[in-house]
């Protein structure tokens, strides 16, 4: 019988060129009370320079990975954030940008045109009240008015409304999204990760049981993980180990059989992949119409 480890390497070593997550800063506008990596306006851009994320990004397209997803924080409020998006879209590679679109720049309009580029974002209520509690800052009106930018550009768009209590309006805040022209829109719920955890350690038994299967995150400081959300399971650095090391080595096969191991059997064997009809467990979201946004 093939072990969960046998399966996680496996699955590893088939599933390397997918994509991956670029989270290239922790600093942020807002402080929302679930971010999972508690982003805000106190974070920092960490210790990767525009070389170091150039890098990643040659090696990426040299192994074999087709898509980029740029994350935070509020990833263009890095200052290489334009010239790291043009390298990769020049690069062949896939990009989506992981916006809170509380501030768009003209520079930043004018790259979210570019072709192989989406866009996403997260939207929490139709009120505004209910959106600002989670944001912890009045931001309801700017990112409302930017999908609606968005859309009238005929830039690729996709929302998730992240559900954090019985009272906010996910339904309604959905029926408003898809009538202002979103084309994707997912509900999603809020991870117990970062400030999502109200305080408890992370814990694995929380993941999707699907992270690091043609997956993986880069963090502000070079460490890569099998997802996002697991950020505390570094398997290398990049600045330290080739990037396609990292991604099929025995630190990560060895992650993601602790990770198959936390969530308990089905968690691999069931082979689901990662779609928007059949899973609702594998956040933030992948380019295109996979998988559901970033909480």
Known sequence: MTTLVQAAAAETQLAVPELLW??????????CVQCYNASGPEGSHGTMSREDWTSVLEQAATCGVRRIQYIGGEPTMHPD??????????????????????HVSAECWELFQRDGLTLATSYYSDDPAQH???????????TRANIVAAVQRGIPVRVGVIAGSEAQRVNEARQELEALGVAHVRVDHVRPFGRGANGQAPDASNLCGRCGSGRAAISPTGDVSPCVFSGWLSVGNVKETPLADILSGPVMVGANASIRNARGPGSLENGKAC?????????????????????
């Open 22 to 31: 670029l989270d290239l800063t922790r600093k942020c506008q807002l402080q």
């Open 81 to 102: 954030f334009p010239d790291l998006v043009n390298r990769a879209l020049n690069l062949g590679l896939n990009v989506e940008v992981y916006s809170n679109l509380v």
């Open 132 to 142: 600002n509690a989670m944001t912890g800052r009045p931001s309801h009106a700017r």
């Open 275 to 295: 779609t928007p009809d059949t899973d609702d467990e594998c956040s933030p979201g992948t380019p295109g119409s996979e998988c559901t946004p970033k909480n």
